[in-house]
């Protein structure tokens, strides 16, 4: 008799292999496609791709582009990039770096092959199996006489489906039999959201990937700042971490002496993005999965079912082309989108209790019914209020609802002649605005911010929550903003040896795209771009101390606490002798700094550079002698330069000096005369002390300044994880406001009770 051999995925493994085994001493193996694939045409040994980046000067995702598609190419082909495959392939072969299974062809002796789970269109799976006498287990079409419930958002349609969850749960279903089916990042952050109001524990799919933890990120900092991998790990060692150990461990696996420091960078950041810290698996959770199992009699819901996802649209490969892709007996998008509709569909037609639902829109998408709806014989039913709601969260949110019917259309739905009894109607549209139940963060999720994304948070909270936590986008690709990268590409590259203006003017601006109108302006910009990288190489080269070093677009990580990090790039720091430096942020608009602002928030970006500096591993030593904006265009359409001067005015540097004579002829040597040309505002009296009026400032109180942003950050950084967003847009006057320029003007409630009023004795200009 033959011994019956299973090829079937890894999540059907377990049930296949019990209701083939007769008794204890059957045997019966099983195997996944992936792992015919390995032994017929090879594996490749985990130093293939540190081997392609010493050797070939590839990146890690070049080196593993090529390895996922070499080892199929068995044969020299005529095709240049095919050939070239089938050349590495032979050479990796040679190297012992391509394992192949010997004993391959004694897999199928004597066996009776079943293949579960696999669709018949899978051309990789054919190529193990050709020749081999096989069958197919997929389920035939059946007459289903079954529903699906449409909805008009998506958020009513992830809460119905909880609410019908929590029913199964009420009528003693087992929560380990009820699946919920997807991979859309949509609704699983609408099952996140609402699954708690319902009381329900869900065991999603992935953990966090271990690149985004915060012992990595301590790991790759402290690596790329000394660029000693013994003394990353030694802050590894010492973090007293859970998984410091392990995590050693994999570093000490992925060390390769031949790789430069870049290239092990590289190699071990995609190291730690492809492993995964799982959390742990509630007993009685419901399960959501992305693929078919092999089950029946479960409950399965199927939430979202739209275009797009039903069916999956896969695309030519970019590496290979389908063309190529067929040469070399590989899967095609074509036959991808064949293989996945007939797994699904076989999936559909089993033995199991499915609900399917989809939805209109949600906050950002338009959804269109799949055209599997008509091929699987479903019924489109409109939803229709639950006889019981099992949350309470979900309740609120339908009689809201209805109350927008009545209150703008005078329509009195089910749901408002339902839930009526139960809640007060004077309540509706009388709310206090403070968004504190929205439940995305929490004290030990990870949290990045920047000044630009506090700053915001600081002018208006809910600002920050429209842009932040719904991720509404509402940046549009304006002058200003295509203006000010080219302005910043530019000035960044102007201190290479090799630079010249017009070369890099026009790569840069080649990287936008303009319309007739802004080229236009653009020709003025360019004039007045030139003034400002003359007018800096000019203080560079000609005026400022000899030994002084340019850092251009520094990017500085600091941790906040063990959750949360403060990030930051800086435009442009000069290191000067003694241990001094400057900050210069360029700007081509109009923004200045007063540090009478920085408790409400507002002028926190240069204190912030400060910050970043003094707490990284690199600068920490330097005292800050200068914190300067360097605004690169102004409103004249000509700039003057003064019979004293040597730049136009506007391009001197603006912000604040210390108060040292000696450090800031380091930064000017026309500072020499009393009266910088560089700077704004720093000018000595006769008797040799700075004028009263001068923008300087002293050490201390430079590090007070660090202070005052250092508590915003841990302050604000505080009510994000407790997730008060509310609606209190700083006001300081009619012309200067939150809200005057707020992109979510049209979606705001705002109203002047909210306004959050700043009083100061002197105003800045808000950006």
Known sequence: MKTPLLICPHNFKNKLLSEHRKDAFSHVKAVSKEELLNDKYGHYSKKAIAYLMVNKNYTYEQARTVLKFARFVTEDLEDKKLHELYELRNELKAQNLLVDNPYYANLFDNKEVHVYGYSKFDQELKNCIEGKGHSYNLNAPIEMYNTIDKFLTLDDEIFEMLNKIAKLIDEEIKPQDIYILTNDELVLYYIQKHARSFGLF??????EDLFSTGLVSDFIKCYKETKDINKAIELVENSGSPISDSLVELIKEN???????????????????????MPPKYKNGINVISKPIYTSNAHIFVPNFVQGIYPSIYKDNEYLSDELI?????NTSIRRCEIFEEEMLSFFYSDNIFYYSFSNHSFKDVFYESPWIEKLGLKIVPYKLSSVIYSDDMATYMFGKSMDLKYFYDEESLEYLSLLPYYNKDIYRNFDNKYTGVGKYNFTCKLKHSYSRIKQYCMCPFSYYLANVLELDPTEQTFALKKGRLGHKVLEESFNDDFDFETSYQNAKASETWDAKEEMFLERFKGQLKLAVDASLKHFNSYMEKECKPLREQYIEVKIDDNTILDGFIDKCIILKDNNIIVVDYKTGSESFDPKYLKEGYSMQLPTYSFLLHNSLQFCQYTIAGLYINSITNSAMKASIGEDEIIPSYLKLNGLTIDDVSTVKLIDKTFADG??????????????????????ASKAEFDNYES????IYETKNKEIR??????????ISDDKNACKYCPYRDICYVSVKDRRVIKLEEEEEVD
Do not use: R, W
Not at 326 to 330: A, F, P, V, Y
Not at 689 to 696: C, L, M, P, R, V
């Open 722 to 731: 407790e997730n008060k967003f509310d609606i209190s847009p700083s006001y």
């Open 326 to 330: 067929e040469k070399i007996h590989l």
């Open 255 to 277: 060390i390769f002496e031949d790789f430069s420091f870049e290239q092990q960078l590289d190699y071990l950041k995609n190291i730690f993005k492809s492993q995964v810290v």
């Open 202 to 207: 869900i065991n999603f799919l992935d953990g």
């Open 708 to 711: 005052i942003v250092k508590e």
């Open 675 to 696: 009266d910088s040309k560089f700077i704004q505002g720093v000018n000595l009296v006769a008797s040799g002390g700075f004028s009263k009026k001068a923008k300087i």
